[in-house]
């Protein structure tokens, strides 16, 4: 049995409405890690633009609560996530997009946390050999959407539109998925996970955070970017969390790292726009377009008036 209704439980709407009526809504999802001490500990990562784009000192997590005949309801309670002052109680990786933040969860909601282990390291993601063309998951809440009322996320899927998929590499990859404002932070993941959860039964394994998406000028590409795992996984451990291996160093830039990085600026959930890498190309060949045209029109001027 693959145990993809464990993310799901785990998956939370987050919420921010500004007293000019504006909301920001994102996704959230909940992990269950020990404390340096060794308490039980729930933290709720979300994508860092998510927690920052909220400028109010607390935020609705959309929690679901179950009741004794099946049914579900929509419970959202506050969360704390700035001082009085306005300084943020969460961890951030802010260059790869990632926080975490420890929380007080309902009793039912808090074991429905998932253990630290689905999150794919980067040892777990090379020897499943992720490549392109192959399908991923992500839970999420696109435009704020749930799947019902009772605030369940809407699971839809995409594929690996980059190569090689591996955090030595690159902290992000690319999936061939339409992103929209409330997806950032949502799990993606893959199925059957990279390593059985016990004999007979498979466990999904979490390879990333869908982050943001690619724009180039005003265009949207229908492309997402997923942070890795491993990077997650380091900031709960920067948190206070249960151990996990530091996240590999960026490689150093490159023109073909640094041309991707012109593509995946950081986009909060109204998607800011990127660069245009095309308009210098454009104005030159527009440019060498209007010469040519001139060149001809001089030539069919000189063999007019030969005849």
């Not at 808090?110 to 392109?132: D, E, F």
């Not at 992000?172 to 993941?189: E, I, M």
């Not at 600026?265 to 190309?281: F, Q, V, Y």
Request: net charge neutral.
């Amino acid at each position: 049995m693959i145990a993809t209704p464990d993310l799901i439980g785990a998956t939370v709407r987050l919420e921010q409405s500004a007293p000019s009526g504006q909301q920001t809504i994102g996704t959230g999802f909940l992990i269950s890690a020990r404390g340096a001490d060794g308490s039980p500990q729930t933290i709720l990562v979300t994508a860092n633009h998510v927690f920052v784009d909220m400028k109010g000192p607390k935020a609705e997590v959309g929690y679901r609560i179950a009741g004794s005949d099946g049914s579900w309801r929509f419970a959202p309670r506050p969360l704390r996530i700035r001082t009085e002052a306005g300084a943020p109680l969460w961890t951030a990786d802010g260059a790869h997009d990632v926080a975490a933040i420890r929380i007080e969860a309902p009793p039912r909601f808090a074991r429905a946390a998932i253990p630290m282990n689905y999150l794919a390291s980067g040892a777990g993601v090379a020897r499943q050999a992720l490549s392109p063309g192959e399908e991923l998951f992500v839970l999420g809440y696109p435009e704020g959407l749930a799947a019902n009322a009772a605030g369940f996320p809407i699971l839809r899927s995409g594929r690996i539109a980059s190569y090689p998929v591996s955090p030595a590499l690159s902290a992000t990859f690319l999936l061939d998925f339409a992103v929209f404002p409330g997806n950032s932070g949502g799990p993606v993941f893959s199925l059957p996970g990279l390593q059985p959860a016990a004999a007979g039964e498979a466990r999904p394994a979490i390879v990333g955070m869908l982050t943001r998406q690619v724009e180039v000028g005003q265009e949207r590409l229908e492309i997402g970017i997923v942070t890795h795992a491993e990077y997650i996984a380091g900031t709960i451990q920067r948190l206070g969390g249960a151990p996990a291996p530091a996240p590999a160093a960026d490689p150093p830039a490159g023109p073909l790292q640094t041309a991707a990085a012109a593509l995946q600026r950081p986009a909060p959930p109204a998607c800011r726009p990127g660069p245009d890498p095309l308009g210098a190309l454009g104005q030159a060949f527009a440019a060498a377009l209007h010469a040519l045209g001139q060149v001809l029109q001089s030539a069919w001027l000189a063999l007019r008036q030969a005849t």
